[in-house]
Nanobody, 119 residues
């Protein structure tokens, strides 16, 4: 069993910053990739950023230059530094991991953390 636990959401004014964290725990053999998705009310879930075990990163166009994803492989933790936040960044942010946990490997999700950007 694998658990992903997020922290760091909250309310911030436009132009402000937040840092999200997500720690994976359980019977983990290896982590292939971790990242963040978000879902705003009435919209589909979209990928925000992802980082592979090799350190490759990929960002949604809407967050490039403002968000930075990083990971601490020793702690099985991924971070999302969000700067220059905009009201349109308001959403529930979900941590994602593609994780090998014997006897299977697959996609795992956190419970979500609310990010609200408003004055």
């Amino acid at each position: 069993q694998v658990q992903l636990v997020e922290s760091g959401g909250g309310l911030v004014q436009p132009g402000g910053s937040l840092r999200l964290s997500c720690a994976a725990s359980g019977s983990i053999r290896s982590i292939n990739a971790m990242g963040w998705y978000r879902q705003a009310p009435g919209k589909q879930r979209e990928r925000v950023a992802i980082v592979t075990s090799g350190g490759r990163t990929n960002y949604a166009d809407s967050v490039k230059g403002r968000f930075t994803i990083s990971s601490d492989n020793a702690k099985n933790t991924v971070y999302l530094q969000m700067d220059s936040l905009k009201p349109e960044d308001t959403a529930v942010y979900y941590c994602y991991g593609h994780i090998s946990a014997p006897p299977t490997s697959g996609d795992y999700w956190g419970q979500g953390t609310q990010v609200t950007v408003s004055s």
